[in-house]
Each structure stands twice: as C-alpha cells, then as structure tokens.
C-alpha cells in the first residue's frame, strides 16, 4: 500500500466513544467559568480585566512574531518541495467540490467577524487613525491606513494561523492515519506520549481556546442581531434581547446539527456565501461604485507595501493600548479559533495536495475579503466624507450599529437590514455547528463522526459560554476572555508547526528519486523490463511512485 493507506498510530476514523478524562475535565472547565459569571460577574470581569492587560504588556510581542512566522512557514510548505505531497492516499480524490469546500473554509473560517467589522473597523481606523500612522482624523491619508489595516487584521495572517493547523491535523490524520485529534499530530516530537497526559493536556487546551474563542464571535454576532431587531423592528437593544437572541440561534443550531455535516453545515454554508456576495452586489451597485472600483486596487498597493512594517509594530514603537484593542485582539482571535477552523478545514480537505490547500486557504479568502472590505468599508468611508451619514458617531455608539447605519444610507434599507440580519445568524449557526463538531472529536479520540448528542452539548455549553460574557462586560469581556485563552496555545501551535516540518521531511514521496540518474539509464529500463504483478508489494509500490 501507498502511504497514504499506510495506518501507524491508530485509526483517522476513530470510533465515537468519548474520552472520558478529556471529555470530563473540558466540560467541567467550561461550566466553572459559566458558574463563576453567574454567581460573581464582577469577580469575572475584574480578573478579565487585570489579565487582560499583564498578557498584552509581557507577551504582546510574542503574539507578533508568532503569527508571522505561521505565515512564513506557509508560504514555504507551498512553493516547496512538501507542496507535492497529498493529504491522504496518493490516488485519493477530494471529498468536496471545490465551491463547497470554499464555501464552508469560509464560513468556519470568518463568519460573523466579516459582517460585525465589515463597516465598524474602516470607520474607526478613519476617526482615529493607527498611532503608528502619524495621520490625521477623518483625512484621505486616514482613509487609506484605514483600508490597510482592516486587509492586515483579516486576510493573509489569520488564514496563514488556520492553514497550519489544518495542513498538521490533515497530514497527521489523512496521510500518516492516526487519529483526528491535535495531539496526534505531535507525535514526530512526543512519540508515545502524545497518547498519553502530554497528549490530553494538548487537547484539553485546544478545547478551551475553541469554545472561547467561538463563544466570542457568537457575542459578536448577538450584539449585531440586537442591535438590527432595534433599528427594523423597535425591539429595543438590551442585554435581555441578546440573550434571547443567543437563545433562539442555539436552538437553530442544535437543528443544524441533527443534519449531519453534508447536509446541515454544507448547505448553510453555501446559503451564507450567497446571501454575503448578493448583499455585497447591492451595496455596490446602488453606493459610490467609482469610489469603490478605486478603493480596492489602492487598498491592496497600500497593504502590500506596507506589509513588513505593519506586521512587525510591536509595543515598543507603537501604542500598547491600541495593538491590544486591535492587532493582538486579532491574532489572538484567530488562534483561538485555529484548533476548531483548522481541524475543520483538515476534515473537508482529504484528497488535495499541500500545495493546492494552501493556496487555496491562503489565497481565495484572503481575496474575498479584500473585496468584501473594499466596498463595504470603501462604500462607509465615502459615505461618511461626503456627509451622507455620520457612521463614526454610529461605531461609537457601539461597533454593531455601523453596518445598519451604512445600509440606511442606501436605498432599501429595511430589507437589506433584514438581509444582514439573517446572515449574521446563519453565520452564526454554522460556526457553533463547526466548532461543536470539533469538540465533539476532541472528546472522542479523534472520531470524524462523533456522537450527535455530544457535538449538541458542546454547541449549548458555548452558547452558554457566550451569554455569561456578554453579562460579565459586553464586548469587553470577549476580547479579554479571547485574548487571555490564546496565550497558552501559540506554544501548541509553534509545537505544531516544528512537528509537521519533521513528520514532512520523512515522507515517502520525497524520498522517491524525482529523475533518473545521468548515468543510470540502463538500470531504469531494466527495472522497468521487471516491472510485473507478480513481483513483491514493495516493488511495484516503488515502480507506481516513480514520475512517469
């Protein structure tokens, strides 16, 4: 057998029992913290707040040489050598479409943030520009570091996160055929150990950092659902209406999850994308379409540019306070998530090679995203200079009310209103379904399918996990929570990466000669004279592997 069909340390398809040390100490960490906001919120956000500013004052720069050194060692796995090899056996096909398996690495892998920050961040970088600027308010040249930043914070960095664990956990899983879980991967470092403590320990952190850092996009998405039912419906925002909101959302989800990965997260998946690019077409049709047409190539000269010094501020030339409010918010948001979205992604990405996936993971997103912030953020930042609407006074009421104030400068505001809405909460059900469904592996050793009534539980307990911030601080409160539970998992993850770069390096495929010998071409007639059924496995797995 190839080796991909080779199976030595477990198997991918791991059966669904739960483990019941990780399964007990995970779910009993959660509802402590779930505990503790309901019994002494102000106990909760005190500690919030305090270590919130101790992880941003020591550990801010670690953050940043973190996150670019994922993106390094992406780029390099693609344009090298490691790019040939395939995640999983060497004649498999992928499992999904290519729209399909778009659609959903999107959804798990955005979601609510593109919708929440699609209008807010522009605005807010364009009233207060980044220090590190040295412009001036509400100016073109505000403006334009306002797009820069906003591409930074959301396109190649935080997928770069999520392609690293997704290309170890697809490798570990599809390739080599151990079990579906982070620990796993790290056997080329741990051996043994990874099944053991070391292995679980592993795993209980990518389970804290998930349901953390998924109970903070769901808050997000709740404080924009209520602030939507507010300005079309006269409900009025309150704390009460967002828990509701969560609520009603994580009935839907449980639905969702009833239906199984091709049909339930599959289908609002594609549903999702849908809405977002017809919502996207609206807005630029009936907004400032030349604006925006010269927005988006400016955008991206800018960023590109700009790229190395905005990737290395750290706090030592540039303001603490506002890095830990947006860039170490950012990065420490998508590790957090990078346990979930990347063993998602591992899990719809069977069958493609590594050069193919990290492409794609890096370079379709990261490039609908420009395009998405180039009209929806070009389109807020013309609106707000010719006075149409003032949508810095709308983000300083809260960031949530500045997508619906961009919409009610345009025609059809109430539906389109009703539009954003509804993408908010199918975003929202389909990354508590994708999160859940990770947990639920976590939990069960791997499992590709885990038990129904486990991914469930887990989908309830983070929407608990949600609810309890959002009363220990609103906004507030997930970023700090997001921020303090991904500071333990950039050491997972830098393990991750060292133990990919040494499981590759061993890889069959690469041993293989890639040419023939300069001298050497009798003996490769000979051997394939030889070449017949009746020789031993071993040599017609060497001949099939040799380039044609």
Known sequence: MTMGEQVDEGSAGASDRSDPVVLGLGVGGVLAVVLWGVLARDSLAGVGASGLAWVIGTFGWFFVVAVNAFLVLAVVLALSRFGRIRLGRDDDEPEFTTLAWIAMMFSAGMGIGLVFFAVAEPIQHYATPPPATGVAPQTGAAASAAMQYTLFHWTLHPW???????????????????????????????????????????????????????????????????????????????????????????????????????????????????????????????????????????????????????????????????????????????????????????????????????????????????????????????????????????????????????????????????????LVALYFVTSADSASLVLGSLASRGALRPHRMLVVSWGILIGAVAAVLLLAGGLDALQQATIMIALPFVVVMLGLAAGLVKDMAKDPLLAAPTRTRRHGLAEAVRAARSYREEDPPPVRRYLRRRPR
């Open 160 to 422: 770069a996160i999520y392609a690293v664990v997704a290309v170890a956990l697809a490798y570990s899983t599809f390739r080599r055929g151990r079990q579906n879980r982070l620990s796993a991967a790290f056997r080329p470092l741990l051996g043994d150990h990874a099944d053991g403590a070391a292995g679980r320990v592993i795993d209980l952190m990518a389970i804290f950092a998930t349901v953390f850092g998924t109970a903070t996009s769901l808050g997000l998405g709740a404080l924009q659902v209520a602030a939507g039912l507010d300005l079309v419906a006269g409900v009025p925002d309150s704390t009460v209406v967002e828990l509701v909101v969560i609520g009603a959302l994580t009935l839907a989800f449980v639905i969702s999850a009833f239906s199984g990965l091709h049909r339930g997260i599959k289908w609002l998946s594609t549903t999702n994308v849908v809405l977002a690019v017809v919502l996207m077409i609206f807005v630029f049709v009936v907004g400032p379409t030349i604006y925006t047409l010269e927005v988006l190539p400016a955008s991206i000269g800018d960023y590109l540019s700009n790229l190395v010094f905005m990737s290395t501020r750290t706090g030592a030339f540039s303001e603490p306070t506002w890095l830990g409010h947006w860039t170490i918010f950012y990065w420490a948001w998508w590790i957090s998530w990078a346990p979930f979205v990347g063993t998602f992604i591992a899990r719809i990405s069977r069958g493609r090679t590594v050069r193919q996936f990290l492409i794609g993971v890096l370079l379709v997103p990261s490039g609908a995203s420009t395009v998405w912030f180039a009209i929806m953020g070009g389109s807020a930042l013309r609106v707000q200079a010719t006075g149409l609407r003032d949508l810095v006074s709308d983000a300083a009421v809260g960031s949530e009310q500045a997508l619906f104030g961009l919409l009610e400068a345009l025609p059809l505001a109430a539906l389109t209103s009703v539009v954003a809405m509804v």
